[in-house]
């Protein structure tokens, strides 16, 4: 079947869908929604689609089109359910259980007929947006995959709504007004739910240090404490700040502005680590407490990172909001990964995690940075080290483990390993053309060894997703796991004790060291990594060079003016 997609943005769920639909045979186009129904409407005359389904949608298709074709829209809330800000309220009010919808598009927002709907636990530590990428993708798949196949056997009618359950479904969209967090009166508890209701976007509009600050992510903390309300610590670049029966950690700020304003500010417009946003502004008396990178189960706290270890596994556990590495993150990551090679493993797994693997490197802070391409050039040179590491392990095996998404050279640092074990559901963009980079992260050597040449040069060049099963059959990955997002650390776990405990083990690790030692007698990694940073040295420091433009849209996320044409050739023919 031909399906055009038609969304908002090319978010993580409608990558997710195109390529879950891609996978099982169908043809699929991709038109952006962006408030030009003209446009809308050219895009369904040139793909003349048998269906046409929105993953995620913010403003209405014209009704010219939803009347002459089946228009199926997916809505994160369970039947009868209706608004924009449906997750938001839901983990607000501490949903344990939701459940998402696909229905058809009629005049009323979120009232068509009903098409499909699966259900979703909601886990009790996720935040709004690891949620939207983890549990509701796979609920929206396997919704809009089971639309899909009723609406092609012809005989299915979908189900109405009814009135009344309309009515009482409605949700308002959520207004800062009601995210105010009352640091005097509310609980750990109460404030988690607000943080993680909001927590990549819009955030919670709060004072701190006398200037109005969005927060964005929350977490707890067991054991440090404070008069409500006051910053007490730092880690890693987060902020620590009391509640009245505790503390809760807050990893990323972004100023609060008048709107119509921002021009000339001395803060950044766009998120950035608590503890940069905040500069200056944050007193010297506030205490830097690190957190060691063996921690306790028992611990409930924030960190970026943790090792741990069951018999021949040493398993090095990291997060970073948004899956983006700055030049410290990346050297900090490095520092535990040396100190996990001094352990008696036989087994190394980086990652295990759910969401984010890796984005590669921190656009954001680079664009904050006084001098952007040197924070580029340090920041690529970090992440650099970290791969080069990977790659020269030759005393154990390694594994990749991705929970989840993964892109540009947060794919790349997965390759470096010697297995690569997705989530089905993990997405992967193994590319970098979009930013106007040529790409380092030794890629040249780690993408065409495993894919070939030529399809090397395909993924890098059609700046596509690929699923997790496709990762499989192109030789990226080689496994994927049946596992829910709250369950992949302990499905990574037991798989890894197996290859511990494998008979062939120590022969593997053999090979591996003599693979290492050959190509380095062809080609030493030095000369790939000098080939690809003489190109990278020209996106970040030549002024011609489109990064730095492409780059601060990026940050600043200026809304697209039309589909991008790699988007829009999906799908038509030659």
């Not at 309300?229 to 009245?244: F, K, N, S």
């Not at 392990?393 to 991705?402: G, I, K, P």
């Not at 690569?420 to 590319?431: E, I, K, S, T, Y």
């Not at 050959?518 to 420091?541: C, G, I, T, W």
Request: hydrophobic share 45%; with cysteine; net charge negative.
């Amino acid at each position: 079947m031909h399906i055009l997609l038609v969304a908002s943005a090319f978010n993580s769920l409608t990558q997710r869908v195109l390529v879950e639909l891609h996978d099982r045979g169908h043809t699929a186009g991709v038109t952006l929604a962006l408030g030009n129904d003209d446009a809308l409407r050219e895009a369904v005359r040139r793909h003349d689609p048998q269906l046409l389904v929105a993953p995620m949608l913010t403003t209405a298709i014209p009704e010219d089109v939803w009347r002459a074709r089946t228009c199926l829209i997916v809505h994160p809330g369970p039947p009868g359910d209706r608004g924009a800000s449906s997750l938001d309220w839901a983990l607000q009010a501490g949903a344990q259980s939701w459940g998402v919808t696909v229905l058809e598009a009629v005049a009323g927002m979120d009232a068509g007929d009903v098409w499909a709907w699966s259900p979703l636990k909601v886990p009790p530590l996720a935040g709004k947006s690891d949620l939207y990428r983890g549990e509701v993708a796979d609920a929206a798949v396997d919704a809009v995959l089971l639309a899909v196949e009723r609406f092609a056997s012809g005989k299915y009618k979908p189900q109405p709504q009814a009135a009344t359950d309309l009515a009482a479904g409605w949700r308002p969209f959520m207004k800062q007004a009601q995210r105010r967090i009352d640091w005097a009166a509310d609980t750990t508890e109460a404030v988690l739910r607000q943080l993680r209701a909001a927590d990549s976007q819009p955030g919670v509009r709060d004072e701190l240090l006398g200037m109005p600050w969005y927060l964005h992510g929350g977490h707890p903390e067991d054991e440090l404490r404070g008069p409500p309300g006051e910053l007490i610590a730092t880690r890693a670049g987060a902020i620590c700040r009391t509640t009245v029966d505790g503390a809760v950690w807050i990893p990323q700020l972004s100023p609060w502005r008048e709107p119509g304003t921002g021009a000339g500010s001395l803060w950044p417009s766009y998120k950035l680590p608590a503890v940069q946003a905040l500069g200056d502004l944050l007193r010297a008396s506030v205490p830097e407490v690190p957190a060691p990178l063996q921690l306790p189960d028992t611990r409930r706290t924030w960190t970026e990172m943790r090792y741990s270890e069951h018999g021949a596994v040493g398993t090095l556990n990291f997060s970073f909001p948004g899956g983006a590495m700055s030049t410290v993150q990346c050297r900090r990551l490095l520092k535990a990964y040396r100190f996990a090679l001094t352990r008696p493993t036989a087994v190394l797994v980086l990652g295990g995690l759910r969401d984010f693997f890796s984005n590669g490197i921190h656009l954001n802070v680079i664009e904050a940075a006084d001098d952007p391409a040197e924070e580029s050039w340090a920041n690529i040179h970090a992440m650099n080290d970290l791969v080069e590491a990977v790659l020269t392990t030759t005393d154990r095996l390694t594994v990749a483990a991705l929970g989840g998404n993964a892109a540009a050279g947060g794919v790349m640092l997965a390759l470096a390993a010697d297995e690569v074990w997705c989530r089905d559901g993990a997405v992967l963009n193994p590319h970098y053309a979009l930013m106007g980079l040529h790409g380092s992260e030794y890629w040249t050597f780690t993408l065409p060894r495993r894919v070939g040449a030529a399809e090397a040069q395909r993924l890098t060049q059609a700046a596509l997703p690929v699923s997790a099963r496709r990762a499989v059959q192109l030789g990226m990955a080689q496994r994927v796991l049946q596992a829910a997002p709250q369950e992949f650390g302990d499905e990574v776990a037991r798989l890894a004790a197996e290859l511990a405990a494998a008979p062939d083990l120590a022969e593997r690790i053999a090979r591996k060291q003599a693979a290492r030692e050959q190509d380095e007698a062809v080609k030493p990694l030095q000369r790939y990594r000098d080939e690809e940073l003489s190109h990278m040295r020209r996106n970040f420091f030549d002024a011609r060079e489109p990064h730095a433009g492409l780059r601060s849209a990026f940050v600043r996320k200026e809304k697209a003016q039309h589909t991008p044409p790699h988007l829009a050739r999906l799908g038509l023919a030659d």
